[in-house]
């Protein structure tokens, strides 16, 4: 049946003047998990400091954690801040001494080798740093590190180094580089941007598996395909690639191209993304509902749910509310018996939540 001229005018008036319907907050799904706090022992003598850096091992039961030197910034420390825990909490090897400033995102590819980037977005930063995040400041002096990825051996030999000391911009990279994420095929994926300034990079870069740069996609907006601080990253069993666009309160899905698929907001502020073998996914939302965020009426916390059909079925919730920092975790992940680990940046510590009995 045709629709008449008018008709068809009117509906298009009322599709471009009626605004899309807002994703209510999910904050009512039932919470199955009971917190252990203390669980990891870290060497005699040191503290937590912050954390965003979680990460299971091959084998599904150990854990990596990389944390900022009993500090917010491992600038002026040669502590080690890359550390292997057993199932148990027993600290099994550490190392990465004086070679970051921020420990922000962490993997474990296929070979067990483990990847980690320095954000560098703490302090220490060196020339790369500008007000709030954003266009780079004059040099104070020549910055010997920060802004890079790293990758290690299970045993911590340093295999590669992605990025220059110091950072770089535009061509360049990394300006405060959040993620970093390795595809089945060995392709490595890096979300770039920690900042909603004007001029701020946001950005996913996409290598090779010897490190030579294939493309970018993205950039600073609100649209299909912009980011504002893609924060975290993960892979699905499908291929697809999950961005953390904490800025824009919402989860993008694109294809190992850039290409744009879909947007969740259901899953809230997404500060970290966590998909396991059976795509059951865990997204860490730190700041919303703080005195200083945005994106009021939704709760912190962890959701968990489901990455073939974006249900939430789940609900960590974070025990303090609207605070001026952040106490909630801001990187998750969750071993092979289903045991969910949380990394605090404002709580400063590494939370295991395990099922109710």
Not at 36 to 51: I, Q, Y
Request: neutral net charge; proline residues 5%.
């Amino acid at each position: 049946m045709r629709i008449p001229l008018c008709l068809s005018v009117f509906l298009l008036l009322v599709t471009q003047v009626v605004p899309a319907q807002e994703v209510q907050p999910t904050n009512s799904q039932p919470n199955p998990y009971q917190t252990v706090t203390d669980w990891a022992k870290l060497p005699e003598g040191r503290t937590w400091g912050s954390t965003s850096a979680v990460e299971i091992d091959r084998d599904g039961r150990s854990i990596w954690v990389a944390e900022r030197c009993g500090a917010n910034s491992c600038a002026d420390s040669m502590l080690d801040s890359i550390f292997h825990f057993d199932a148990q909490g027993k600290l099994i090897k550490s190392f990465g001494g004086g070679l970051l400033i921020s420990p922000h995102g962490i993997f474990v590819d296929r070979d067990g080798n483990v990847w980690v980037t320095d954000c560098a977005c703490t302090g220490g930063g060196g020339a790369a740093r500008g007000a709030a995040g954003g266009a780079a400041a004059a040099p104070a002096a020549a910055p010997t590190k920060g802004h890079q990825i790293f990758k290690f051996s299970p045993d911590g030999k340093l295999l590669m180094t992605l990025g220059k000391a110091g950072g770089g911009r535009d061509a360049e990279f990394f300006f405060q580089p959040n993620d970093v994420l390795v595809a089945p095929n060995g392709d490595i994926f890096v979300s770039e941007g920690h900042s909603s300034a004007a001029g701020a990079t946001a950005r996913v870069l996409k290598f090779s598996r010897d490190g030579k740069l294939i493309k970018t996609f993205g950039k600073l907006g609100k649209g299909p395909g912009e980011f504002d601080q893609p924060h975290a990253l993960a892979m699905d069993s499908r291929g697809r690639l999950f961005v953390g666009d904490r800025g824009n309160n919402r989860i993008q899905i694109v294809d190992l191209d850039g290409n744009f698929l879909a947007d969740w907001k259901q899953f809230s502020r997404p500060s970290g993304i966590f998909i396991d073998r059976n795509d059951n996914i865990y997204v860490a939302d730190s700041e919303s509902e703080s005195v200083t965020r945005n994106h009021d009426g939704w709760k912190r916390g962890i959701r968990i749910g489901s990455a073939k059909d974006g249900s939430v079925t789940a609900f960590i919730p974070d025990p303090v509310e609207k605070t001026t920092g952040t106490s909630a975790a801001e990187g998750v992940a969750a071993d092979a018996q289903g045991n969910v680990y949380g990394a605090e940046v404002g709580g400063r510590a590494v939370k295991r939540y395990v099922k109710k009995q």
